[in-house]
């Protein structure tokens, strides 16, 4: 993908200070090999990895990506520079989302890095750093995204077909996809060369996955119809080198809601290629990525978190995700029907003792329509939920009305409704603000000491270096020095008790390269900037049933201090 994949590294690393966890166990041979027919992108070094678990346990996603692992001489880290298998924060979220069901495709590459078949020339130790990757997160499916320049290295991609050829050999069932810049004209002659390449190792490249994203031809340039006339060419290209070629050795994936170049793919685009994708059995719908499938203000630094369009949260999985179970992907059989459901509005803000409106819109989107009954879960005691009718047929609406107590203390909740069919069942995230004159939603453990005007660190924690300053400051007399090392980021962290399924906002101001600020523990959130005069960074998140957060700020390894002032969590 083209977006920087460094974006939020930090925050991982910052996590990997609890402490090494031990290699993922490999799954039973026994395991299902057929090609995954939705599977999005996920940065697994980006700090929202929580969006992941909510898109597996709420959004019904069955498999997914996980990006990127980059060759490094010939051995294999992740994009936050952790060695595969001994990732204290990415390896137990990949054992956390297999063990909620969803099944997991390691890519490796991407825009900021190359697989280890372009980075070592030394065929055995190629073959056995992918088949470090198999054992280590016990899969059957690896992803290759080659970009850049390597796209155009014909060693390399002669080395990368030679390895999936041994690889297969010892490993049945073992699958792979090469993943490869594409215009609506179709893939650039060296990606054509990388299909020759597999041709001439004597092996099929089990998916041609194809970045329908990033043009440059235009910010008029209709996305979802780029994306066909992408497919459409890049499946005559690969005919042209192997006939037996299909669309089922065809992957689709676009990047959602702004694109680099300016353009947007939106929800009616994903509607067209999934469209398309059934009429005609495509092998594979991705999307870059799970981490931007939810709504921003938008700037530079939000592209790798976010859409930058209006959107509901998780709204492109769930557009995606009925595509699994349909004949053309090739998912494994499923209901012959299915439905989307939405709100509008997504979020409303009441006072205490008053009420909310929303419409509840369903629609079909594969199959019959089928009865669908509606449910609501989530809403603090005080908070009632109500439909009218309590079930639609699909295509229909329902009213929903969110009833507030006069005593539901003021915040924030997320009120998750769920339409459930014979089909199976969608969800939608509906969030309740409630207001009161004496204002309220913060916890029993504020952050405190957030301008360090006591001149002193308590109750912040700080790796050695960092210290209270009196110079420069943002405001007051005193601010926060940041000292990075080679081997730390410099991090401080403060731990807080926030109240528990609400939402809140961290902001601080800071300057100097690199600069991070987030929340981990119970909700898990970043953001960054590199700037030598003060800017405020803003991070929403919302608290898990404990209410338990830690903030922290830090900067990166090696690279100058950063100062930071004025922090609050509101």
């Known amino acids: 993908m083209r977006l920087a994949r460094l974006t939020g590294s930090a925050c991982a690393l910052a996590l990997a200070t609890a402490g090494a966890v ?73 054992a956390k989302a297999k063990s909620e069901g969803a099944s997991v495709i390691i890519s490796s590459g991407g825009a900021s890095g190359e697989p280890l078949a372009w980075t070592c020339t030394t065929q055995s130790s190629i073959d056995a750093g992918y088949q470090a990757i198999i054992n280590d997160y016990g899969v059957n499916q690896l992803d290759f995204d080659v970009e850049g320049a390597a796209v155009a290295d014909t060693a390399s991609a002669a080395r990368q077909m030679q390895a999936m050829k041994d690889l297969k050999a010892s490993n049945p069932g073992l699958q792979f996809s090469m993943t490869l810049p594409v215009l609506t004209s179709g893939l650039t002659g060296d990606g054509v060369n990388i299909l020759k390449a597999a041709k001439n190792a004597g092996i099929k490249i089990d998916v041609v996955n194809i970045m329908a994203m990033d043009y440059y031809a235009g910010t008029g340039t209709e996305m979802g119809q780029g994306a066909v006339s992408a497919a459409e060419a ?74 930058e369009i209006s959107q509901n949260s998780l709204a492109f999985t769930d557009a995606f995700v009925p595509y699994e179970g349909s004949s053309g992907g090739g998912g494994g059989g499923g209901s012959s029907s299915d439905f989307s459901l939405s709100l509008s509005p997504g ?25 669908v009954s509606l449910a609501a879960s989530g809403a603090p005691s005080g908070v009632s939920v109500s439909f009218s009718p309590g079930s639609v047929t699909s295509g229909g609406s329902s009213t929903m009305t969110a009833t507030v107590g006069s005593s539901v203390a003021a915040g924030t909740y997320p009120i998750t409704v769920t339409g459930t069919a014979a089909s199976g069942s969608h969800t939608a ?7 009161s004159s004496g204002g309220g939603g913060g916890g029993s453990g504020a952050l405190t000491n957030g301008g360090f005007e006591s001149g002193s660190l ?56 690199y600069a991070y600020i987030g929340v981990s523990g119970g909700a898990s959130a970043s953001t960054w900037s590199n700037s030598s005069s003060w800017n405020q960074l803003t991070v929403s998140f919302t608290t898990g049933s404990s209410g338990a957060v830690t903030v922290y700020v830090h900067g990166w390894y090696g690279q100058g201090d950063v100062v930071a002032d004025d922090f609050s969590v509101a």
């Not at 005559?236 to 809601?257: E, R």
């Not at 979020?347 to 009865?371: D, F, K, L, N, R």
């Not at 995230?429 to 207001?435: E, G, H, K, N």
């Open 234 to 307: 890049t499946l005559a290209q690969m005919q042209s080198v192997d006939p037996s070629y299909s669309y089922a050795n065809l992957g689709i994936t676009p990047m959602i809601g702004k694109n680099d170049d300016g353009s947007t793919f939106t929800l009616a685009d994903a509607q067209t290629v999934e469209n398309f994708a059934a009429q005609n059995g495509v092998g594979r719908l991705a999307f870059w990525s799970v981490d931007r499938d939810q709504p921003c203000s938008g700037s530079a630094n939000s592209l790798s978190t976010c859409s």
């Open 429 to 435: 995230t509906y969030s309740l603000t409630v207001t």
């Open 22 to 94: 031990g290699l993922l166990a490999p799954t039973s041979s026994s395991a299902a090999t057929s090609v995954y027919s939705v599977a999005p992108y996920v940065d697994m070094s980006n700090g929202q990895e929580g969006m992941l678990d909510t898109a597996i346990t709420g959004h019904h996603l069955k498999a997914y990506t996980a990006a990127f692992v980059l060759g490094e001489g010939c051995n294999q880290i992740w994009g936050d520079t952790l060695p595969i298998g001994a990732d204290s924060y990415t390896d137990p979220e990949i």
């Open 347 to 371: 979020s409303a803000s009441v006072a205490q003792g008053g009420s909310a409106t929303a419409s509840v819109a369903t629609a079909v989107t594969a199959g019959s329509a089928e009865s």
């Open 458 to 513: 308590s109750p912040w924690t700080c790796q050695s270096g960092s210290a209270v300053v009196s110079s420069p400051v943002h405001s007051g007399s005193h601010a926060l020095q940041v000292v990075p090392s080679s081997s730390t980021t410099g991090e401080c962290d403060q731990s807080l008790t926030l109240q528990p399924n609400h939402s809140y906002t961290l902001t601080g101001w800071v300057q100097g390269p």
